[in-house]
């Protein structure tokens, strides 16, 4: 693809890490509405590029034009921590890319670390067609507290069947990806490799069923969710409530997934959204 010339009419579903900010934009930037945004090394908001030093922010929410100005005289409203619909640059997002990090190829494309120059991360792969990825874009994932890039090792997938429970070991933040396989009802166990707390909960139905739920508990069962529906095929379902009480997991401490099957498939996958404790 190539850089956006007009206002874009991108594509965005809710998340509960949804969240609005403002960005002081680059001298002489402009930024169209529905464009992918970055701030530079010095702070300031400029459309995502293939270029050195930038960190993606979120989704512009308004047209912003800077021209001739100096950094800071225009500012541009946006939304981070959700998950927005770009362009498959070339087709490169594939099936091996499903859950992976994703990288700027301009402000409304992303593309594949192979393909990139300068790996800039986009987002996490949620969905994608040959011309269309759905990418959770949140400017945490990759912050000044950050001192590498977020890649592969920092997004745990996890194939269920192996040795229970299985270790997870994350960054600041880090998000878990658990595939549930089409299978009875199960409980699958997990531990954390450090102190955690789990600010966001969402499945994403592979294939239709009836009446299933999945809820993450604690390793004593007491629930961190709520019994999240995972029955309608494609469709995102959000826990609507996290226990304060329980989702702070101590650095080796089990949680679960109790995967509920009452008809047809099972299969989905879990996201869960993590920072770091000390």
């Known amino acids: 693809m190539t850089a956006l010339t ?5 594509r965005t579903r809710a998340s509960a890490a949804a969240r609005r900010g403002v960005g002081d934009l680059a001298a002489d930037a402009v930024i169209y509405c529905g464009a992918l945004i970055a701030k530079n ?13 930038l960190k993606v ?3 512009a929410e308004a047209f912003a034009d800077n021209t001739d100005g100096s950094a800071g ?14 362009e498959n640059d070339g087709g490169t997002i594939v099936q ?23 790996d800039i991360l986009a987002g996490l792969v949620v969905e994608f067609t040959t011309t269309k990825v759905w990418v959770y874009v949140d400017e945490i994932l990759e912050s000044a507290v950050l001192a590498t890039p977020l890649d592969g090792a920092d997004v745990q997938t996890l194939a269920n069947g192996g040795v229970s429970p299985a270790e997870l070991t994350g960054g600041i ?10 299978a009875a009802t199960a409980t699958y166990s997990y531990k954390t490799a450090e102190k955690i707390e789990i600010i966001d909960v969402w499945n994403i139905k592979d294939g239709a069923g009836a009446a299933n739920t999945i809820q993450v508990t604690d390793g004593s069962d007491v ?7 995972a029955a309608v095929d494609k469709t995102k379902t959000n826990a609507s409530t996290i226990d304060k009480a329980t989702r702070v997991l101590a650095a080796g401490a089990t949680f679960k997934v ?5 008809a047809g498939t099972m299969a989905a996958q879990l996201f869960i959204l993590a920072i770091k404790r000390a």
Do not use: W
Request: aromatic share 4%; proline share 6%; hydrophobic share 50%.
């Open 6 to 10: 007009k206002d874009r009419a991108t």
């Open 223 to 229: 629930a961190i969710t709520n019994a999240m529906a």
């Open 173 to 182: 933040p880090v998000v878990f990806v658990i595939d549930i396989p089409n």
């Open 41 to 53: 090394a010095a702070g300031n908001i400029v459309p995502a590029d293939d270029a050195a030093a």
């Open 57 to 59: 922010v979120g989704i």
């Open 96 to 118: 091996a890319g499903k859950h992976e990090p994703c990288y700027v190829a301009d402000d409304q494309s992303v593309t594949t670390a192979a393909a990139a120059t300068n």
């Open 73 to 86: 005289d225009v500012t541009v409203p946006y939304m981070t921590g959700l998950i927005v619909e770009l």
């Open 258 to 262: 109790v995967a509920t099957r009452a």
